[in-house]
């Protein structure tokens, strides 16, 4: 589905990591001579990764907390904010919610979560742009994130535990998007129900609440099937997209595709005519981050530039779904600000250490 | 191509030296034939033979002999 969406414009960009970074040695037992082809085929060097109590909340609001005060933002203005994320606070209620509270947002800020990964960027753009095109919101926040590297575990698949066990990281993103006369945003997207196996956590809730080996939090991945999927299904979308839009890879500044695995984005970028130069990579430091690698990708590039100019960035994400979806943002890489390191994590009341610690008191 | 050059290039492919593959070599008996190699086999087969490789042709190669079946 094409969408042209106007009077909004994307105007700051933030990301939030942990302060515990890890090489890829470092957290595993395989053989040196396994990681360094692990490290050549997927580009992954390293990741950083939630403390216990962190979750992925915590790193979008440290982001949106950095970057509501860097643009110095009325939060009164703020009237949608969406969290996109496949690991929500809570089964119940929306993390966005909460979110909502812990920002200071008003009342008249509506908020919701949807349940996307690697796609989701694009995705919660798209949504929120829309509802802002047709409310009388001043600002719409895109918080988007996940703590992938805790849920992936493929171990009871035969040697492909190191792959999927590695390939994930942490952190939490921030957009914020403001109406704007004159500007829009466009974007193409696709889903395909069918291949909803690809990537699943099947077990822990309702259809399948208990799973054979007693294991719940965990998420399997049909590498191949997502490696076909993403490098025939994403260029032929970025390649319509540009058709579309009258656009070639000379239009372009980069090429931000969602940071899977580095051979898919190679192939991707070879496929739509992009240069490898173009691509942005950000996977060696952060490994695959779920909803957040696309800006945290340009975070990572152009964070800690004070420059005054524009780029024009095509961004690509796909993933779990299955799903895709294509936007070209324009943003000042002034609005693009430095990645943010947080070990804060929200306390609800709820936690079973902070409950003992208050009733120690 | 000759076969001797197919199995060069799967051992290039696999990241193995030169000599360790023959035509009757077993997968399974392969360490380093793992899910990023049958990712690098995609690849290669697409660039050098446009043969495109389904999760389901992949599960059924079980030797190297099977993989030189589709290296046409």
Same mark, same amino acid.
């Given at each position: 589905?094409?969408?042209?969406?106007? #009077?909004?414009?994307?105007?700051?960009?933030?990301?939030?990591?942990?302060?515990?970074?890890?090489?890829?040695?470092?957290?595993?037992?395989?053989?040196?001579?396994?990681?360094?082809?692990?490290?050549?085929?997927?580009?992954?060097?390293?990741?950083?990764?939630?403390?216990?109590?962190?979750?992925?909340?915590?790193?979008?609001?440290?982001?949106?907390?950095?970057?509501?005060?860097?643009? #110095?933002?009325?939060?009164?203005?703020?009237?949608?904010?969406?969290?996109?994320?496949?690991?929500?606070?809570?089964?119940?209620?929306?993390?966005?919610?909460?979110?909502?509270?812990?920002?200071?947002?008003?009342?008249?800020?509506?908020?919701?979560?949807?349940?996307?990964?690697?796609?989701?960027?694009?995705?919660?753009?798209?949504?929120?742009?829309?509802?802002?095109?047709?409310?009388?919101?001043?600002?719409?926040?895109?918080?988007?994130?996940?703590?992938?590297?805790?849920?992936?575990?493929?171990?009871?698949?035969?040697?492909?535990?190191?792959?999927?066990?590695?390939?994930?990281?942490?952190?939490?993103?921030?957009?914020?998007?403001?109406?704007?006369?004159?500007?829009?945003?466009?974007?193409?997207?696709?889903?395909?129900?069918?291949? $909803?196996?690809?990537?699943?956590?099947?077990?822990?809730?309702?259809? #399948?609440?208990?799973?054979?080996?007693?294991?719940?939090?965990?998420?399997?991945?049909?590498?191949?099937?997502? $490696?076909?999927?993403?490098?025939?299904?994403?260029?032929?979308?970025?390649?319509?997209?540009?058709?579309?839009?009258?656009?070639?890879?000379?239009?372009?500044?980069?090429?931000?595709?969602?940071?899977?695995?580095?051979?898919?984005?190679?192939?991707?970028?070879?496929?739509?005519?992009?240069?490898?130069?173009?691509?942005?990579?950000?996977? #060696?430091?952060?490994?695959?981050?779920?909803?957040?690698?696309?800006?945290?990708?340009?975070?990572?590039?152009?964070?800690?530039?004070?420059?005054?100019?524009?780029?024009?960035?095509?961004?690509?994400?796909?993933?779990?779904?299955?799903?895709?979806?294509?936007?070209?943002?324009?943003?000042?890489?002034?609005?693009?600000?430095?990645?943010?390191?947080?070990?804060?994590?929200?306390?609800?009341?709820?936690?079973?250490?902070?409950?003992?610690?208050?009733?120690?008191? | 191509?000759?076969?001797?050059?197919?199995?060069?290039?799967?051992?290039?492919?696999?990241?193995?030296?030169?000599?360790?593959?023959?035509?009757?070599?077993?997968?399974?008996?392969?360490?380093?034939?793992?899910?990023?190699?049958?990712?690098?086999?995609?690849?290669?087969?697409?660039?050098?033979?446009?043969?495109?490789?389904?999760?389901?042709?992949?599960?059924?190669?079980?030797?190297?002999?099977?993989?030189?079946?589709?290296?046409?």
């Amino acid at each position: 589905m094409y969408s042209n969406i106007d #009077n909004v414009k994307v105007i700051g960009i933030a990301a939030a990591v942990s302060e515990k970074w890890d090489s890829v040695m470092e957290v595993t037992n395989e053989s040196q001579e396994v990681l360094k082809r692990f490290v050549k085929k997927t580009g992954v060097e390293g990741r950083y990764s939630a403390s216990l109590k962190q979750t992925t909340s915590d790193f979008c609001c440290a982001a949106a907390e950095r970057l509501l005060t860097e643009k #110095n933002i009325n939060r009164e203005d703020i009237g949608v904010l969406v969290f996109v994320t496949q690991m929500p606070d809570y089964r119940i209620p929306a993390t966005a919610c909460v979110l909502q509270m812990r920002l200071g947002l008003s009342n008249n800020c509506i908020a919701f979560d949807v349940n996307l990964g690697c796609s989701g960027f694009v995705y919660g753009l798209n949504i929120l742009s829309s509802l802002m095109s047709t409310s009388s919101a001043r600002y719409g926040l895109l918080l988007a994130g996940d703590t992938s590297a805790r849920e992936f575990s493929n171990k009871q698949k035969e040697k492909i535990g190191h792959t999927s066990e590695l390939l994930f990281g942490d952190s939490g993103t921030a957009t914020l998007l403001e109406r704007s006369e004159g500007d829009s945003l466009s974007f193409m997207s696709n889903t395909k129900g069918s291949g $909803f196996r690809a990537i699943i956590a099947p077990y822990g809730w309702y259809r #399948n609440p208990e799973s054979p080996d007693g294991r719940i939090h965990y998420s399997v991945m049909d590498d191949i099937e997502v $490696f076909n999927f993403a490098t025939n299904e994403a260029p032929e979308q970025i390649s319509s997209y540009m058709d579309k839009k009258g656009t070639t890879s000379a239009d372009y500044d980069c090429l931000v595709l969602h940071q899977a695995n580095l051979m898919i984005m190679k192939r991707i970028a070879k496929k739509t005519g992009f240069s490898e130069d173009k691509m942005l990579v950000s996977m #060696n430091k952060f490994a695959n981050t779920s909803s957040s690698s696309i800006p945290l990708t340009l975070v990572y590039t152009y964070g800690d530039s004070e420059e005054n100019k524009s780029i024009n960035a095509l961004c690509c994400g796909f993933g779990v779904g299955l799903s895709w979806a294509t936007v070209g943002l324009s943003v000042n890489k002034k609005d693009i600000l430095p990645l943010v390191h947080t070990s804060e994590y929200f306390k609800d009341g709820y936690n079973l250490d902070d409950l003992e610690e208050n009733n120690n008191d | 191509m000759t076969e001797q050059e197919k199995i060069a290039l799967i051992e290039e492919t696999l990241d193995l030296d030169e000599g360790t593959l023959t035509a009757d070599t077993v997968l399974d008996d392969v360490d380093e034939y793992d899910s990023m190699a049958k990712l690098s086999l995609i690849v290669m087969m697409d660039d050098e033979f446009g043969v495109k490789l389904t999760g389901d042709v992949i599960k059924g190669f079980k030797t190297v002999g099977d993989i030189l079946a589709v290296m046409n």
